[in-house]
């Protein structure tokens, strides 16, 4: 039994690396500041934050640990404290409810530090722009670096978006 | 058989009914005027109670029965209406936070400075409180938990939740079929598909309108397939909350295997949107039904050994047996649907109990367990994957040819309702369309309104160790609740 479990993890279940192919990604990335390269090395941690999505950022988010997209093999890392964070990964359209937990988290995180704007919600408040409890996107909150659209983003473009901010940290 | 009554006496015998035990919340709601209250009886028919509010002012229902209270003080934030005699008068959804009160009442301006929340307290020697949220430190959505513990017991959890709030039922309000459709699938994205068809269900009822069989068979697909994605998301996250992080691994691939089948039948790995008034939007790809089969396989294959690693490692078992139990009784008195309300033994099944297409013509066991605690919501789960598998089968063999949309009547006023079974629970719809065929009022009940209450009582007495563990294994929705 041991030995069928551990086999079914072993590859090919493993997706191969997207390229950095995007021109519009390649573009968002190429704003990030350059002192990255020094102070981040080959690492990035994420922290997630939800401000507001309908949680199915969250369901795809989760799908980039599984065995087919396993994003800490490019050295992105999930942590639970902003403290701990290069990254703010921020769902949702920011709900009035959650944008000072949103800012505070924000200012919890030491510089230097990017935020992703992550599905159309954070893009621009998607469905819910122009409610009363919603601030219509990430932007009008914190300086937003990127911007990974989608409803949700699929792993895959997560990935792309990832990949992308940190080769554009790199540089 | 649907009752409407309208009137104070109904209004507070409904309520009594509710209290003797006679009578189940299903939903309480607030429109124009008028608060709305759903009940099922006793022999499973709806009951549906209005109480005009010509002063602004209703008596409450939650007076008589506790788990109206949430959605009653939701009702007040979003109506301004005042709940006569109600036992918690705080504020819910609304934290101060927007530019006005009562978003669908008489919209007062507001300065959003944010209101002070008067926790309840426990006192005792050595008793502390610890605050957790809104942040959380995982992927998960956003609440606070405000724990008072005795060294590592907790005495008291009260939650606090409302940050996700987006104002679902003011956008609703003046919303095309289309947008509203949009918006009801929107509400608690693990749940799109359920959320669809409850929205298109309670709309075709109003319009006196119905969806082809092929659109009800695919509509019944996507459900499943819904359905066992969030289980198998769910068995494995629930295990790794107890640190045993190879189920969530394997898990996880079936997991993905499910939603990447959906991806090629449907178009969309959640298939959000798929779902729309009259039937569904997309018909399932050539290659769908193989792909889909292949994963029923493939599940078939695999899972059971799954099941043997959670049943047969005893360190595991060490955490999730006997904890976080949920008494049988709270259960029913609450109505809690779903894996949490089966698992402490509510034999309840929006498919099975209040039967809608293609489960009138299907017959499928609905797994019950008695215990209450988190192994008891595991294996419910496990059972209903494999139902699941086979509904799918059943579904996919004898898939009706034929349209997948029918047309709705181009405008027309009415009322609809819609009860659908989704992975945690049953959601229901409440529609009221205007004359112009737009949407009034629509009212979303997610399962978890009745199951969130639950988890403070279940976990009273466990460590704060294992709330993770309980928590994930009652999986509520934020987003569902908060609208």
Redesign the interface.
């Known amino acids: 039994m041991r030995d069928t479990l551990l086999q079914g993890l072993r590859p090919p279940l493993t997706e191969t690396a997207p390229g950095a192919d995007d021109p519009e990604l390649a573009a968002l990335a190429a704003t990030v500041k350059e002192a990255a390269d020094r102070t981040l090395g080959r690492s990035l941690a994420i922290r997630h934050v939800d401000a507001g999505s309908c949680n199915a950022c969250e369901l795809e988010i989760h799908a980039l640990n599984n065995a087919f997209y396993d994003i800490e093999r490019f050295g992105f890392r999930f942590v639970a404290s902003p403290r701990h964070a290069d990254v703010l990964l921020v769902t949702g359209p920011v709900t009035l409810n959650m944008r000072e937990a949103l800012e505070r988290t924000y200012a919890a995180t030491p510089a230097p530090k990017w935020v992703v704007a992550c599905g159309a919600c954070a893009a621009d408040g998607g469905v819910f722009a122009g409610s009363y409890a919603v601030m219509n996107g990430v932007a009008g909150v914190v300086p937003v670096d990127l911007v990974i659209p989608g409803c949700p983003p699929s792993p895959a473009a997560l990935m792309k978006g990832l990949l992308a901010l940190m080769r554009g940290a790199k540089r | 058989m649907i009752l409407i009554l309208s009137g104070e006496a109904e209004w507070f015998e409904a309520g009594r009914r509710m209290a003797a035990g006679n009578a189940t919340l299903v939903s309480l709601w607030g429109d124009e005027g008028r608060m709305r209250l759903c009940v099922r009886e006793a022999d499973g028919a709806l009951a549906f109670v209005d109480m005009p509010c010509d002063r602004g002012a209703f008596p409450s229902i939650a007076a008589l029965h506790p788990p109206a209270s949430r959605l009653e003080r939701a009702a007040c934030d979003l109506y301004g209406y005042l709940a006569l005699g109600a036992p918690d008068g705080r504020r819910w959804l609304d934290?101060g936070?927007?530019?006005?009160r009562h978003?669908l009442g008489d919209r007062s301006g507001h300065d959003?400075a944010?209101d002070a929340y008067a926790f309840l307290e426990a006192r005792g020697p050595g008793l502390h409180q610890i605050p957790v949220g809104?942040?959380h430190?995982?992927?998960?959505?956003?609440g606070h938990f405000r724990f008072h513990a005795g060294g590592e017991a907790i005495v008291r959890l009260e939650e606090r939740l409302?940050?996700?709030?987006?104002?679902?039922d003011?956008?609703m309000r003046g919303a095309t079929l289309e947008?509203a459709a949009?918006?009801a699938g929107?509400?608690?994205?693990?749940s799109?598909a359920a959320y669809a068809i409850a929205f298109a269900r309670a709309v075709e009822g109003a319009l006196g309108a119905e969806a082809p069989p092929r659109a009800h068979a695919l509509r019944g697909v996507m459900a499943e397939l819904e359905r066992i994605a969030n289980h198998f998301?769910d068995i494995g996250a629930i295990c790794n909350d107890a640190a045993f992080a190879?189920m969530l691994?394997?898990c996880?691939?079936l997991?993905?295997r499910t939603?990447r089948a959906a991806k090629s039948a449907f178009g969309h790995?959640?298939m959000?949107d798929a779902v729309v008034p009259g039937g569904v939007a997309v018909d399932i790809a050539p290659e769908g039904a193989a792909g889909i089969l292949a994963l029923v396989a493939e599940a078939r294959a695999?899972f059971p050994?799954?099941v043997?690693?959670y049943d047969n490692t005893a360190s595991l078992q060490d955490r999730t047996v006997g904890t976080g139990v949920l008494k049988a009784e709270l259960a029913r008195t609450f109505g809690a649907g779903g894996v949490v309300g089966r698992a402490s033994g509510r034999d309840f099944d929006a498919r099975r109990d209040h039967p809608y297409p293609p489960y009138d013509a299907l017959s499928f066991k609905v797994p019950t367990r008695k215990a209450g605690d988190v192994n008891a919501r595991i294996w419910v789960r496990i059972a209903e994957v494999g139902e699941s598998l086979e509904l799918i089968e059943k579904m996919l063999e004898r898939l009706p040819e034929g349209p997948i949309r029918a047309a709705l009547p181009a405008k027309g006023a009415g009322e609809g309702w819609a009860l659908v079974e989704a992975f945690r629970g049953d959601v229901f719809a409440h529609v009221r369309l205007a004359d112009d065929g737009a949407v009034a009022r629509c009212h979303l009940r997610d399962a978890s309104w009745l199951q969130w209450p639950l988890l403070e009582a279940a976990i009273e007495g466990n460590i704060v160790a294992d709330f993770p563990l309980c928590n994930k294994s009652f999986n509520g929705?934020?987003?569902g609740c908060?609208l």
Do not use: C, F, Q
């Not at chain 2, 936070?97 to 006005?100: D, E, G, I, S």
């Open positions: 934290h936070r927007w530019p006005l978003p959003g944010g809104p942040v430190a995982g992927i998960i959505e956003p409302g940050y996700k709030h987006k104002g679902v003011a956008l947008r949009a918006l929107r509400v608690s994205g693990d799109t998301g190879l691994a394997h996880g691939i997991r993905e939603l790995r959640l959000m695999t050994k799954l043997r690693l929705s934020y987003s908060d």
